[in-house]
Every structure is written in C-alpha cells, then in structure tokens.
C-alpha cells in the first residue's frame, strides 16, 4: 500500500458494489479537484460498470429512461447525450438506449475520470465480501478467499438485490430463482411454456428474451404491467405544493386534482411529483406508508417506471400472437413433474416447463448475504418498513442502537425505506456527488454531514 512522506498509508475507501451505485460514486471522487483517497471496488461477480442492470447481452432491453435524464454527471445533463453522438450514433434526447450500451458508457465515465490520477488510483477487484470488521476509524473487508482490506471508509453500493425467496419455490433446475444471476437463463434451452412471477420491469424484459420460440405466463396479483412513455416527451406539470402534514389520502386526492388540471395528461404530473417523494415518503406517518405499499404502490410503480415504446409495441405484438398470456393472481403451488412443473393459481392451474422469479429486487436487506451479516451483527439495521438499510441524511448506515456509523455509508436502492424513491440515475447521481464530498476529506478530518440531494 502506498504510503505518505510521512510514512502513514494513504487514505483508502472501500466501495462494495460493481453497478451504477458504485461506478458513480468513484467517477463523483475521481473528478474532485486535488487529491482524494484511493479506491478499491470489490463486484463479487466481475461486472465492474455494468452491475446487474446493464450485464445483459440483449441488445432488445432498453433503458426504461429516455437519453436526456440518464447523464451519470450531476452537473453536466448532456453528456451521455454527447457520448452517444460523439461515438457516431444517430440519437436524441428523446431516444432509449440498449442497456449495454449503457454499462459501455459507465465504463468509460470512470476511465475519464481517472486520467491525471497516479497509478494505483483505483483497483477493481472482483470477489465476495463477507465481513466488515470495526478496525480503529475504519474497517477490515473480509473477503471469501480469506483475504482483507484496511479501509478508512466503506461505502456499501450493492444496487438491487436478488428477488425474495418465496415459499412456492420448487426444487430441481426448472426454477430460476435470481433471472440476472450470470448464466440463470441458460438452461432454458427448449420450447417448453415459462411461467414468469412478476408482471413489472423484470417481467417485460423476461419475455422479450423468452417468448422467441415459446410461450410466456406473467402472473401477479393486479396484473398490471408497466405503462409506456409518451413520445414526445411531455412538459411537467406544473404542480401546486403538496399539502403540508398530509394523510395519504389528501395525498391522493392532490395528485388526481393534479391531473385533472393538467387536462388529463398524467406522464407530465408524474415526472413532476418524483422530486417530491422523498420528502412526501418522509412526512407520512408509518401507518400510511404501509397502507401505500399495500394499497397503492403497484399503481405507482407502473406509473412511474415506464418502458420505451418501442419495448410495449414488442409486448403488444407477443400478446396479440399468444406469445404472452399476462394474468392477475396467486401462486398457490407449484408441483414438479417428469417433464415440467404443476403451478396452482388463485383460479386456474398451469403445466409449464420452467418457472421464474422476476418479482424484481427484494426489498428487505435480508436477500443480499453481506446486508444480512450486518444486520445480524448489529453493524447495520433495516430501514423503515424493513425496507433497506437504515441511515442518516448524508447516508452514514445507522447500527442496531440508531447510531450512524461515522464511516460506514450507502447509498442508492438500499435507502428505499428513507427515500421511496432512489433506484434510477437521477437520484444515484445526485447521492454519489454528495458523498464524494465526504469521502474526498478522509485523512484531513471527518466531514460534517452532508445532505443526500433529493434528485
């Protein structure tokens, strides 16, 4: 390890994660003036930059966002419109990117944002982190090798999680638990039905991959699949202030007069309530954010999280040939047989030949192994609801007695119980230049808190 003049090691961070939570949080550090710690970015999986999202090797899943708010720099809105142009590519702001084109462009944010900085500025490291160990100010990362890392300071950017376990999970290889686990899709290598848990996001990827040469089943409790993105993109709604203090239902009832003002046109209302949610999310009492997640989160979720309209005609067409069978319901049961899997819903029965999980991230940190030792340990808690880690403003991971961890910290879909809303790049950006800031004064003075930008 390299060490100062005056013979101490040089500041060193820890970033646990290899997807856009992590990648910005180095490229944010990196392109800080003057000298700032040096990195280690542990991806247990070896995807440095492209992380579970942008991993996938269909060039048929697009960002569900359009080019003009997926800039990884908070303070330059434009550039990953500029790189696209600038690499001889004939799109817009308006456009939709295929994902791995996306993890192209994080990879290349972090080489230009290493340029300048000494060798041995950053290493990557792909392995499995399994410990962290209070080390005087800092940490020791155990890894599964049996390796360790001395850190000042330990930013857990571990992204989504793997989809929850659930209990009709069969045994045997036709159940693929975790679909953007490397290799999962794999061995769904003949024309046997697939049966996909899960109408949203993951789903509609799922069968534009699966439903060539086979039929697809999408099954969730309301059936909804998400809505499509108008083209062109319309203004935001001007918006009048949500009311002070309010219940969920005041709450509600301000969005549908929203709306309505807005002459029926919802998109624009949207996209202008998204930088109110983490501040709404914050004020509601427990009760109503639990009647949310019961009652109403589903009809949001497909509101705000939209997909290209390219992707709904693809979904449409599916549909329209008995590609896709989308349907509401249950999994009560699921039977295996000699050549496939008995599946029991709410009102019908199902003979297919693979089931998958594509419910989408888990919530709870109990589905990712390194959140959970925490959590066990007392180093970390679940956040409000359980959703996510628990921790302050400025995104210190909170212990089991409620006290942040002066150099623990996250940020990202892990804040889901504090924020709501914090899995899509606007608000990672936002989150990982704030953090920067903090991170850039290791070794000078611990940083007094920082805020979390809202978006």
């Given at each position: 390890m390299p060490e100062t003049a005056g013979g101490e090691r040089d500041p060193r961070v820890v970033v646990v994660g290899g997807g856009a939570s992590a990648t910005l949080t180095a490229v944010h550090l990196l392109r800080r003036t003057g000298p700032v710690p040096r990195l280690v970015v542990i991806d247990r999986h070896g995807r440095h930059g492209r992380g579970q999202a942008y991993a996938t090797e269909d060039p048929g899943h697009l960002l569900n966002a359009r080019v003009a708010t997926m800039s990884g720099l908070q303070t330059d809105p434009g550039h990953l419109l500029a790189w696209a142009r600038g690499r001889g590519l004939d799109v817009t702001a308006d456009d939709f990117l295929p994902r791995p084109l996306y993890g192209r462009y994080l990879r290349d944010l972090l080489a230009d944002a290493l340029r300048g900085r000494p060798d041995g500025q950053l290493a990557e490291r792909t392995g499995t982190v399994t410990a962290l160990l209070p080390a005087g100010a800092g940490w020791r990362v155990v890894l599964a090798d049996g390796d360790t890392i001395a850190a000042d300071a330990v930013v857990l950017a571990t992204g989504n999680q793997a989809p929850a376990s659930w209990p009709w999970a069969p045994a045997g290889p036709r159940y693929v638990p975790d679909p953007w686990a490397p290799g999962a899709l794999d061995a769904?290598?003949?024309?046997?039905?697939?049966?996909?848990?899960?109408?949203?996001?993951?789903?509609?990827?799922?069968?534009?991959?699966?439903?060539a040469?086979?039929?697809?089943?999408?099954?969730?409790?309301?059936?909804?699949?998400?809505?499509?993105?108008?083209?062109?993109?319309?203004?935001?709604?001007?918006?009048?202030?949500?009311?002070?203090?309010?219940?969920?239902?005041?709450?509600?009832?301000?969005?549908?007069?929203?709306?309505?003002?807005?002459?029926?046109?919802?998109?624009?209302?949207?996209?202008?309530?998204r930088p109110h949610v983490p501040r709404i999310w914050a004020r509601l009492p427990e009760p109503d954010r639990r009647r949310f997640l019961d009652l109403a989160a589903r009809h949001w979720e497909v509101h705000r999280h939209r997909i290209p309209p390219v992707t709904a005609d693809r979904i449409a067409r599916l549909r329209a040939a008995g590609r896709l069978h989308v349907l509401s319901g249950r999994i009560e049961d699921v039977r295996a047989n000699a050549d496939g899997l008995t599946v029991r819903l709410t009102d019908r029965e199902l003979r297919v030949g693979w089931l998958v999980n594509g419910t989408g991230p888990a919530a709870a940190p109990g589905a990712d192994p390194l959140l959970r030792r925490l959590v066990a340990a007392g180093v970390a808690a679940p956040g409000p609801l359980g959703l996510g880690l628990d921790a302050d403003e400025g995104g210190r991971v909170r212990d089991a007695a409620g006290r942040p961890r002066p150099r623990l910290f996250t940020l990202g879909p892990t804040l889901r119980g504090l924020r709501y809303e914090t899995t899509a790049v606007p608000e990672i950006r936002a989150q990982a230049a704030d953090l920067a800031a903090r991170l850039a004064v290791l070794g000078v003075a611990d940083a007094a808190p920082v805020p979390v930008a809202s978006a």
């Amino acid at each position: 390890m390299p060490e100062t003049a005056g013979g101490e090691r040089d500041p060193r961070v820890v970033v646990v994660g290899g997807g856009a939570s992590a990648t910005l949080t180095a490229v944010h550090l990196l392109r800080r003036t003057g000298p700032v710690p040096r990195l280690v970015v542990i991806d247990r999986h070896g995807r440095h930059g492209r992380g579970q999202a942008y991993a996938t090797e269909d060039p048929g899943h697009l960002l569900n966002a359009r080019v003009a708010t997926m800039s990884g720099l908070q303070t330059d809105p434009g550039h990953l419109l500029a790189w696209a142009r600038g690499r001889g590519l004939d799109v817009t702001a308006d456009d939709f990117l295929p994902r791995p084109l996306y993890g192209r462009y994080l990879r290349d944010l972090l080489a230009d944002a290493l340029r300048g900085r000494p060798d041995g500025q950053l290493a990557e490291r792909t392995g499995t982190v399994t410990a962290l160990l209070p080390a005087g100010a800092g940490w020791r990362v155990v890894l599964a090798d049996g390796d360790t890392i001395a850190a000042d300071a330990v930013v857990l950017a571990t992204g989504n999680q793997a989809p929850a376990s659930w209990p009709w999970a069969p045994a045997g290889p036709r159940y693929v638990p975790d679909p953007w686990a490397p290799g999962a899709l794999d061995a769904i290598g003949d024309d046997a039905p697939v049966l996909v848990a899960g109408t949203g996001l993951t789903a509609v990827d799922l069968a534009t991959t699966l439903a060539a040469g086979r039929t697809v089943y999408a099954v969730s409790r309301h059936g909804l699949l998400p809505r499509t993105h108008r083209t062109p993109r319309p203004p935001s709604a001007r918006l009048a202030a949500p009311p002070e203090h309010a219940d969920l239902r005041a709450l509600l009832r301000w969005a549908r007069l929203a709306v309505r003002d807005n002459d029926g046109e919802w998109h624009g209302v949207v996209d202008a309530i998204r930088p109110h949610v983490p501040r709404i999310w914050a004020r509601l009492p427990e009760p109503d954010r639990r009647r949310f997640l019961d009652l109403a989160a589903r009809h949001w979720e497909v509101h705000r999280h939209r997909i290209p309209p390219v992707t709904a005609d693809r979904i449409a067409r599916l549909r329209a040939a008995g590609r896709l069978h989308v349907l509401s319901g249950r999994i009560e049961d699921v039977r295996a047989n000699a050549d496939g899997l008995t599946v029991r819903l709410t009102d019908r029965e199902l003979r297919v030949g693979w089931l998958v999980n594509g419910t989408g991230p888990a919530a709870a940190p109990g589905a990712d192994p390194l959140l959970r030792r925490l959590v066990a340990a007392g180093v970390a808690a679940p956040g409000p609801l359980g959703l996510g880690l628990d921790a302050d403003e400025g995104g210190r991971v909170r212990d089991a007695a409620g006290r942040p961890r002066p150099r623990l910290f996250t940020l990202g879909p892990t804040l889901r119980g504090l924020r709501y809303e914090t899995t899509a790049v606007p608000e990672i950006r936002a989150q990982a230049a704030d953090l920067a800031a903090r991170l850039a004064v290791l070794g000078v003075a611990d940083a007094a808190p920082v805020p979390v930008a809202s978006a």
